[in-house]
């Protein structure tokens, strides 16, 4: 099963999560709210692999 | 100085009617709070409404056959077609104003900004979000920022990877739209697909504009965003509540796609207000509505445009800021409104040539608007276009396809119709979309002479000869109006309902109320909850001063549409005439609570209020038809009489002053029936040596050609006595005064008979048809001037009073 890493960010005091999913939340933050997403999407990625490596 | 920032968003096919439940439901919070916070109102679109022309219209503050930017796609010079542009804008936009006074703009999205311009500040164009090749979606990791499309180069690095391509959407952010997508089967899910779309575009937008609000120095940031018009064109159908002829699983399934897009605005909106201070002004405008009640049509028409029939005449204007107005309304905006409005917020001068007018009504600190001959006189740098370097044409095929897929431009076709007929097509249609624009605002004239130029009757386009059809009458070429309906009657261009409608029409114009009368309630009998021949009729029926079946018609069609100001408008109008004052006033009122920029709804109800003895009020009423009809002489006209009633010499003089520059035509103009009473009122005049020239025996022995609009300046005499055929030719625009002078049809008869030594005995039936027939459409005529005055005389006592 593929690992699920949520990240968060903070704005203006209140914390958003980040699930790799997206949220609509996210994408109405505009430039914060979709590097936010990318980067959470990317270290996902990444865990993953990093996951699938060390099992092999 | 620090100046204070401007903060324009575009929000294309916003509508009140969805808004205001939505707030009512709690649903749109960050936009109830700004209403509350500052100025709302509804903003009149303009004809045609078709985006790129209005957007460049609210950009400029000039009509469509002004600014030059037409329809949805354009000749590219190198005898092909692309997407509109900003190669064809004529005039400067409010990005170059700002260029040109030393301020810095963010523009982003703008529908057409593409290809981008050096102004001073950040430009992406509203071909930044394509990430089709064609019909093929091009994969992210090969997606590449097209040239052209941002300004300046170097804030491309911080503002590519802000993209959200369709293939990132997932399902967890499509599920807010539609939550029960997992019952959708497997080729039944290409409408998540289309959602996706949208939803990416729109991001790009926002991050885009987010990016560029926090990292560059602005003054004035425009950010435009298609998405509500997307959306409302693909699901507005299944909005609640449900069509009858929707199926019921589609609309469990899509209801919420329209509301999911309006929410998601509001939350856009919350970001962008969190990121702007107390010192800058925001206005949100829409360009037009969106029918989303029983207005939403059946179908769609399967022509070019053919989806701007589900818009809506009035869109959405909010704005908020140190020194608007807070919770109050906006009355009479339109469209051409927002640059004149956007300049007075910055303190910078409105050019004189502008369509607009500064909404001066929402700022609070009673401020000035300034004004300079034009902005386009000035010879200072504001941006130029950026030259496009190399091949991209994919790129252009990509916007080309999505226009398509809306069903904004015909399937073009590309690989098989050659480009010069391509090329040949779009001028064709955007001929008509011009001709359009003209004749929204009365120049029929311009418009006829285009449409003749590109109609073809080997290639008809059932659209533009109707509209030939129209402008011809409006114009009073009747005979050129009959040609092209017995052409679209011979070869079955349109459907038999539609014809009888625009014969109704051309009937009308030749004041044959009758007969458009039979037209219409023929085509009633198809289509008996059409608001349009319901509307036709009703006036009619006015115009006949039948108030009881004008009443009956104006009730259908508020019935089927209770906002309609123009019914009630014309139960005014009926009350008006049979002299039920208090009545009219309210029907007219009803009317001006509906659509505020509505002269004429303003003008009858100042007439109202003071044959009631208002005095006060009707001129509080005529001084503001005097601002939205300047050109008016019968307001001017009440006017000095009212303030002479109330004893304010000044002011009546002020009037009569201006009246007097209007080089009206003062001769009175005396008509009727060919009765006893009238060669009585022709005897009075002459024993009284007015000067009645001799116009009938003129237009007959010199054989006038009444088509010519000067016919009537040619005519010598004091009185003209002008005999009732001659009506439907007169342009009312310069006359002022009519004396009807009434008779009985028998009494009429009986003094032609005596005249052509007739028996007495001997009636004429089909001479009375005609008799009646010809007063009929003259009271008709009366009817479609709203600048004449008419004096109806049964007695002669007051002739020459009048005179």
């Known amino acids: ?56 | 100085m620090k100046k204070n920032k401007v903060l324009l968003i575009g929000w294309d096919s916003a509508d009140w009617k969805v808004i205001d439940r939505l707030i009512a439901e709690g649903k749109m919070p960050t936009l109830k709070a700004m209403i509350e916070e500052g100025v709302k109102g509804k903003i009149a679109t303009l004809n045609p409404p078709l985006s790129p022309m209005l957007w460049t219209s609210i950009a400029t503050g000039f009509r469509p056959y002004k600014h030059g930017v037409i329809g949805f796609v354009e000749p590219d010079g190198k005898g092909s077609v692309r997407p509109v542009s900003s190669n064809f804008r004529k005039v400067k936009a409010i990005w170059n104003i700002l260029t040109m006074e030393g301020y810095k703009s963010n523009i982003i999205g703008w529908w057409p900004s593409n290809p981008v311009e050096t102004i001073n500040g950040c430009m992406v164009s509203n071909m930044f979000q394509q990430e089709k090749n064609g019909s093929k979606i091009i994969e992210q990791e090969n997606w590449e920022v097209q040239p052209a499309t941002v300004h300046p180069e170097r804030i491309i690095d911080k503002i590519k990877d802000l993209r959200v391509h369709p293939h990132e959407i997932t399902l967890n952010l499509v599920s807010p739209f539609v939550p029960n997508f997992a019952k959708l089967g497997k080729g039944d899910d290409s409408n998540l697909g289309i959602i996706s779309k949208f939803l990416a575009h729109a991001s790009t937008v926002h991050a885009a504009a987010t990016e560029l609000m926090e990292t560059e120095e602005w003054d004035f940031t425009a950010v435009y965003h298609d998405a509500l018009d997307h959306f409302s064109h693909g699901f507005m159908r299944f909005y609640p509540p449900k069509m009858a002829h929707i199926d019921e699983v589609e609309f469990e399934m899509y209801k919420n796609v329209v509301e999911g897009a309006y929410i998601f605005h509001d939350m856009m909106l919350e970001r962008l207000l969190g990121m702007v201070d107390d010192k800058t002004t925001v206005m949100i405008v829409s360009d037009h509505g969106f029918h989303s009640d029983h207005m939403r049509p059946i179908h769609i028409p399967q022509v070019p445009a053919g989806p701007a029939i589900e818009h809506a005449p009035y869109g959405i204007i909010v704005a908020k800021g140190p020194n608007i107005k807070k919770g109050e309304q906006i009355f009479g905006a339109s469209v051409l409104d927002v640059t004149p409005t956007l300049l007075m917020m910055m303190g910078l001068p409105i050019g004189k040539d502008m369509d607009g007018k500064p909404l001066v009504d929402m700022f609070s600190d009673g401020r000035k608007a300034t004004y300079i001959e034009s902005w386009e006189k000035i010879d200072k740098f504001g941006g130029e276009l950026v030259k496009i370097d190399g091949d991209v044409e994919n790129d252009v095929t990509a916007a080309l396809q999505q226009l398509i897929e809306l069903g904004y431009i015909d399937d073009l076709n590309i690989e098989n119709v050659n480009e010069k007929d391509r090329v040949k097509n779009i001028i064709k249609e955007n001929s008509f979309y011009l001709a359009k624009s003209y004749s929204s605002t009365g120049l029929h004239d311009d418009a006829l002479e285009l449409l003749l130029e590109v109609e073809t009757k080997s290639d008809p386009d059932y659209r533009i000869l109707h509209e030939i059809v129209n402008c011809a009458v409006k114009t009073n070429r009747f005979a050129l109006a009959n040609e092209y309906l017995q052409f679209i009657r011979k070869e079955k261009i349109l459907i038999d309902f539609h014809i009888d409608i625009l014969d109704a029409k051309v009937q009308i114009g030749l004041n044959q109320p009758k007969e458009a009368i039979k037209l219409l309630n023929k085509a009633l009998k198809v289509d008996n909850q059409s608001v349009i021949i319901l509307l036709d009729l009703a006036n009619i029926y006015n115009g006949l001063q039948m108030k009881k079946e004008a009443l009956k018609c104006f009730n259908k069609v508020l019935a089927l549409d209770p906002e309609n100001a123009h019914a009630y408008y014309g139960k005014g109008l009926a009350y008006l005439r049979a002299d039920e004052y208090e009545k009219a006033v309210e029907e007219f009122l009803n009317a001006i609570d509906r659509l505020y920029h509505f002269p004429l709804a303003h003008l009858y109800l100042g007439e109202s209020l003071a044959l009631m003895k208002e005095y006060e009020a009707a001129i509080g009423t005529f001084e503001l038809v005097k601002t939205m009809m300047p050109n008016l002489p019968k307001v001017y006209r009440w006017l000095q009489d009212l303030y002479d009633l109330i004893d304010d010499p000044i002011k009546s003089r002020e009037n009569a002053s201006i009246l007097g520059k209007m080089h009206l035509d003062k001769r009175t103009i005396i008509c009727g029936l060919p009765g006893p009473k009238m060669e009585d009122a022709l005897s009075m005049l002459k024993q009284n040596k007015v000067n009645i020239g001799k116009s009938f025996d003129v237009l007959k022995t010199q054989n006038l050609d009444v088509l010519k609009k000067d016919w009537f300046s040619q005519l010598e005499g004091d009185v003209i006595y002008l005999p009732l055929q001659y009506f439907p030719s007169l342009n009312s625009r310069n006359l002022n005064k009519f004396i009807f002078i009434k008779d009985s049809l028998e009494d009429t008869i009986e003094h032609m008979n005596k005249k052509a030594k007739i028996k007495a005995n001997t009636f004429n039936f089909e001479l009375m048809n005609n008799l009646n027939k010809i007063e009929e459409s003259t009271k008709s005529w009366f009817g479609k001037q709203p600048d004449v005055d008419v004096y109806y005389l049964s007695n002669l006592d007051k002739l020459m009073e009048i005179i």
Do not use: H, Y
């Not at chain 1, 099963?1 to 997206?22: D, H, R, V, W, Y």
């Open chain 1, 1 to 56: 099963m593929k690992k699920q890493t949520t990240k968060s960010i903070q704005l203006n005091g209140e914390t958003f999560k980040i699930p790799a999913g997206g949220t609509l939340g996210l994408l109405a933050l505009g430039n914060i709210g979709v590097r936010a997403w990318k980067e959470a999407k990317a270290a996902n990625v990444n865990d993953n692999s990093k996951e699938k490596n060390e099992k092999k």
